[in-house]
């Protein structure tokens, strides 16, 4: 990896980035994986700390968050400088930064002639954050698939997995000095041309495995990333993109762990944690996944 990479300065922000325009590819998409780990450590502890906003007055809020990200070295963005400011009623615009469509958890503004995109999650709204994939006991006791609320360290674990997956690069870059959005950033993609080859080109790249023998409630796929096997799903039409490479690319979806206890109780799940780590320690497919476009009639 070229450490230097992550010395240059994000002309908004002043931080330390490791993207630059639209570039991509497994050097940067480590050097984003480096940067991440040390600023989701100091966002995680923050969260720890911090007293809920719920039941805390703005000051207080303010005063221990500032006192928390110096201590655990979490950059505070002016909001200011990312070309953003509140109307008169109290919601984000800019002058210079064009607002993309919003999904279920981010607001992202695109900066045209840096062709990078910056993600501004809410931290205010009763502490969910978007949804994740977790698996528990329905009432007769089967582990099954469930669709929850997320909340700020879910997400935060989310956007390093998908990047350190093989995803499109995500950045961590801080909180801003409103205190009430995480900020994220991530190199501009393009639409996708066919959307469902390039779904499949795209979860290939990031060794995806579909479990087989069982079924979830929604369709899922497992990969491996940062040691661990996690649940990936919902990837939808605004989740599938093509990045500066020319590459089919996840930008978004739904996450979640997959916990050491689920693949013992669900063979067919374990197996496909199995294979998961397999296919990103070798880059080789599983057997079964080659043969899983082949019609049964043919055979």
Known sequence: MNESRIQQRDERTGVPTALRGEECGAEIRSACATLNHRRARGLMEISRFTPQRESTSIDVWTAALIDKAKLWDVPIVPMQSLGLERDE????????????????????????????????????????MGKKIVMQRNDEGQLVDEIKDAVFQD?????????????????????????????????????????????????????????????????????????????????????????????????????????????????????????????????????????EDVDDDLL
């Open 89 to 128: 009623d109290g919601f984000l615009d800019s002058n210079d930064l064009q607002p993309l469509p919003s999904g279920a958890e981010a607001s992202p503004y695109l900066d045209y002639k840096a062709r990078e995109v910056y993600k501004l999650f809410d931290l205010r709204a009763n502490g969910g």
């Open 155 to 291: 997400t935060i674990r989310k956007l390093s997995a998908i990047n350190d997956g093989g995803g499109h690069p995500t950045e961590i870059v801080g909180i801003v000095d409103s205190f009430d959005h995480l900020l994220v950033k991530q190199p501009l993609a393009e639409p996708y041309h066919n959307f469902e080859e390039d779904r499949r080109a795209a979860m290939d790249f990031m060794r995806c495995v579909t479990p087989m023998g069982g079924h979830f409630r929604n369709p899922l796929s497992v990969f491996f990333a940062q040691g661990e096997p996690w649940l990936i799903g919902d990837l939808h039409k605004g989740n599938v993109m093509i990045n500066a490479l020319g590459e089919p690319t996840i930008i978004d979806a739904l996450v979640g762990y997959l916990p050491p206890y689920v693949q013992r109780e669900l063979p067919w799940v374990g197996m496909a944690a199995h294979d998961s780590a397999l296919y990103r320690e070798t880059g080789q497919a599983p057997l079964k996944k080659l043969f």
